[in-house]
């Protein structure tokens, strides 16, 4: 999508996904080296603070392409006129809390958030990253007057930490593996298909002989990758959720490569037979003006087939949470 320039509300902009993602949104590796930027920046009333200090240091990058900021803690004001909305903040998970729990202590945030959408220009899309991340987008769907196919969840994430253990495997360059597919939540029932993957063109299954490993290692090594990151550091991945979440809008922005795809939590249509209505990873692609569709046709095999129903009704739960709740 070629403009000339572009105007973005990034929600916990004081975060630490935010803080990594701020630089690169300015700089023009986004949305292209000719494309100004203005920032909406959406925090909560406390952490306005932290955001002038946030915002002090992108004044002292002075990027050429940054023409504005606007640092609010007004949802109606970050919105308006968006072209991109990326909803990052969301309350943080309490020790002992239960899914549904955080489940319903975001819905206020994005219901708000979905109806402040009316505001954002014609062509806004959103790409939800705050967890429960499938479920806030489609509170945030339900609430909004936008039209459903420009809301995503972020599962890029998921998709490049696949990419990654599948290179790492065969001993190749990351760029060598293309077409993973994540299907269903951002969590970890989710479903990282190498069966559909390719390493140098080649079908994965092809190239890695271990297939136990395909089947087993590799799934529970990219579902559990999060907590492996909160074990080692001491904190939750940032660097790679805020990357992922570039990645995405880049992959929704441009074309998408003749034959490829990449993962994305969308509005199911039915399509692989997971239920309607519910926000769930997909393969997709994108046309020249950021419309997503899900990739038909491609092959599942019975083992697939269960992980992704064991998703799928993951979801559903989660649906039923917030339709209880009276969210949508
Ligand atoms: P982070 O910036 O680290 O994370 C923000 C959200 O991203 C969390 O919900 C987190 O989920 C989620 N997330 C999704 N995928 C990942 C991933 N792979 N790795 C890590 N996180 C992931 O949180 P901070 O606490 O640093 O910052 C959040 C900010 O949001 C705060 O500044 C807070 O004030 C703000 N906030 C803003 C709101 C608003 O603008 N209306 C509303 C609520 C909060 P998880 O918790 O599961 O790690």
């Known amino acids: 999508m070629q ?33 100004t930027v ?20 992108m004044n002292d990058c002075a990027f050429p392409l940054l023409t504005k900021m606007v640092l609010t803690d007004d949802v109606e004001e970050a919105f308006d ?89 065969a001993g190749v360059a990351v760029s060598e593996v293309t077409n993973v597919a994540i299907f269903g939540n951002h969590s970890k029932t989710m479903y990282p298909d190498a069966e559909n993957a390719l390493i140098g063109g080649k079908p994965v299954y092809d190239v890695i002989d271990d297939h136990d490993w395909l089947r087993g290692d590799f799934i529970s090594t990219v579902q559990g990758r999060g907590k492996a990151v909160i074990d080692a550091r001491g904190k939750s991945s940032a660097m790679s959720a805020a990357s992922a979440a570039l990645d995405h809008v880049m992959s929704v922005e441009r074309p998408t490569p003749a034959g490829q795809h990449f993962a994305a939590a969308v509005l199911s249509d039915g399509s692989y037979g997971i239920s309607e209505g519910i926000i769930y990873s997909f393969p997709v692609t994108s046309d020249d003006n950021g419309n997503l569709e899900i990739v038909q046709g491609l092959t599942i095999s019975d083992f ?25």
């Open 38 to 57: 203005e920032l909406r920046l959406l925090e909560i009333t406390p952490a306005l603070g932290a955001l002038e200090g946030v915002a002090m240091e």
């Open 81 to 169: 006129g968006i072209n991109w909305g990326l909803f990052v903040g969301a309350k943080p998970r309490g020790k002992g809390m239960l899914r549904g729990d955080l489940i319903l202590g975001n819905g206020p945030i994005f219901t708000g958030q979905g109806k402040a959408l009316n505001k954002a220009a014609d062509d806004v899309r959103v790409i939800v990253v705050g967890n429960p991340a499938n479920t806030n987008a489609l509170i945030a769907m339900s609430n909004s007057d936008v039209p459903n196919d420009r809301f995503a969840a972020l599962t890029r994430l998921d998709q490049n930490r696949a990419m990654s253990q599948l290179a790492a495997k």
């Open 3 to 35: 403009r000339n320039h572009v105007t973005v509300a990034l929600t916990g902009a004081a975060g630490n996904i935010g803080y990594a993602m701020l630089p690169r949104l300015a700089s023009g590796e986004v949305f292209g080296p000719d494309t």
């Open 304 to 328: 697939g087939r269960e992980k992704m129903k064991a998703t799928e009704a993951e979801l559903l739960e989660e649906k039923q949470v917030v339709s209880d709740a009276g969210l949508l």
